[in-house]
């Protein structure tokens, strides 16, 4: 029988496995070095908030991977022998396979900084993170000020979980404005203003010079580069993006760029080796997406579409549709499509945009100047629905389409405040249009043309 061994027990892999399993009887050998069972890395935050406990992030329970004959080996594989088809492991131990997927995620990048290796200084990626915090920052006693360094999601998801705890947050941020390489400008000061509102110390334009250490080789203090301030802190989160976590495959003759280089059907340069998830990088990137794509659903297509590769139905990975959701501090965030900043925006491209004059609430749509094509959406504050925008965009719908059928896009329950009047009309101002509001209809909502 067959054996496929897949390191790495996060999303894409575990799903790989279960797919596989769901189609095939073939062996299947999960292996990692972080926990011996799946949890939802996506929660980890609301462990230390208290809303959770670790159990709680795990979807399966314990029993699972025996009854669906999914062994489980906990060790970190140093070494990839892709003749001999085998793995060596930290331990000296080593198993063989047939078809090897690897699924080995991200890391924090660390960007030589003097002093990023002290006792104090974490990512938040995994779960020993998660402990180094607990253990360096349990209460505002212990950890008098934190530093963050680098303004993403997981910076800012840091600095909610430490302001849970009324630890007060330095949050170092490169960029002029929050995220504003991704976001346009009016949302990214939406967010500036919301994370200061949170009582959290925003630099902007700010960045990380060195890590200063005490006596017992603990943070003591960083040093900012732009004005050599000194600010006393006692725990220091680095949270200036991720890197596939590939530096055991160096020697391997597997090729890699930054990630794991893949084609379309997920396979690396060598026979019966596979990347997924985190830690792939397409040769070519697929439409506008980035060549490596570091969230939750596309982790989990891309172990399902392998599975169907493996077990015999060769399949081609297709995301769809770009989408994702994220939360800054109490706003939610949507994007359908593509919303790009104004830096990353292309001629044609162009924004409808409006703004609650109180609530931190706004949108913007992107689309087409000369053929008025919806391009995308932003949302923030404002829930709408995937299905929808999905199919508007695979059907080429124009701004004005996506404006006077809002309502069906909204999936704010009933008893919320509904802006849609609002956001019509004030793009009738600008556009010198009488677009009218069409009412909300379940039945084109749920019907698939
Ligand atoms: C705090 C946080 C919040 C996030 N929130 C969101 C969100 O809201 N939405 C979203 O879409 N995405 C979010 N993400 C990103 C998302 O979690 C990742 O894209 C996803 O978990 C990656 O899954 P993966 O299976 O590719 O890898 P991972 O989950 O990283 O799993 C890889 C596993 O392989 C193990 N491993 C690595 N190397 C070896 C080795 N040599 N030997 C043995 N084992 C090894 C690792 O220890 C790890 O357990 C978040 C990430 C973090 C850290």
Request: hydrophobic share 35%; with cysteine.
């Amino acid at each position: 029988m067959e054996h496929i061994v897949i390191i790495g027990n996060g999303i894409s892999g575990v799903t790989a496995a279960r797919h596989i399993r769901k189609n095939s009887d073939y062996k299947i050998t999960i292996v990692s070095a972080e926990t011996k069972y799946f949890f939802s890395r996506t929660a980890l935050m609301y462990i230390y908030m208290g809303h959770l406990t670790f159990k709680h992030t795990q979807p399966y329970e314990n029993w699972f991977w025996d009854k669906n004959r999914i062994e489980l080996k906990e060790g970190f594989v140093k070494k990839i022998n892709t003749n001999e088809k085998t793995l060596d492991f930290q331990d000296s131990s080593s198993i063989s396979y047939d078809k090897l997927i690897i699924a080995t995620g991200s890391k924090p990048n660390k960007f030589g900084w003097p002093g990023q290796d002290l006792e104090g200084v974490m990512g938040m990626y995994h779960k020993q993170d998660l402990e180094n915090l607990e253990k360096n920052a349990p209460n505002n006693d212990v950890c008098k000020r934190a530093v963050i360094v680098g303004g993403g999601l997981i910076g800012i998801e840091l600095a909610e979980m430490l302001r849970s705890r009324k630890i007060p947050v330095t949050f170092l941020v490169r960029e002029d404005s929050f995220w504003n390489g991704v976001l346009p400008a009016q949302e990214s000061a939406m967010i500036n203003e919301h994370i200061k509102e949170h009582h959290i110390d925003l630099r902007l334009s700010t960045n990380l010079k060195e890590i200063k250490s005490d006596e017992n080789g603990k943070v003591k203090s960083i040093i900012i580069e732009e004005t050599g301030e000194e600010i006393f802190c006692n725990v220091v989160g680095l949270t200036a993006g991720v890197t596939p976590n590939i530096d055991f495959l160096k020697d391997s003759k597997i090729e890699t760029k930054r990630g794991i280089l893949v084609n379309r059907f997920l396979e690396t340069n060598i026979k019966n080796v596979f990347a997924i998830g985190d830690c792939a990088e397409q040769h070519e990137a697929i439409g506008q997406r980035r060549n490596i794509e570091a969230v939750w659903y596309t982790g989990r297509m891309m172990g399902e579409t392998l599975a169907q590769t493996i077990c015999g139905n060769k399949t081609a990975y297709k995301p769809g549709h770009w989408f994702n959701s994220a939360k800054f501090l109490d706003i939610e965030y949507q994007t359908y499509g593509w919303v790009f900043s104004e830096r990353g925006k292309k001629e044609n491209e162009t924004y409808f945009q409006w703004q609650h004059p109180k609530d931190f609430k706004c949108i913007t749509i992107s689309y087409d100047e000369s053929t008025r094509k919806f391009l995308g959406i932003n949302t923030f504050g404002i829930r709408m629905r995937h299905e929808i925008f999905d199919k508007w965009l695979t059907q080429n719908k124009t701004i004005e389409f996506v404006l006077e059928y809002l309502a069906d896009a909204n999936f704010d329950p009933e008893f919320y405040k509904l802006h849609e009047s609002e956001i019509l009309e004030k793009f009738n101002k600008e556009n010198n249009t009488n677009i009218s509001l069409r009412k909300k209809s379940w039945k084109r909502i749920f019907s698939k043309s």
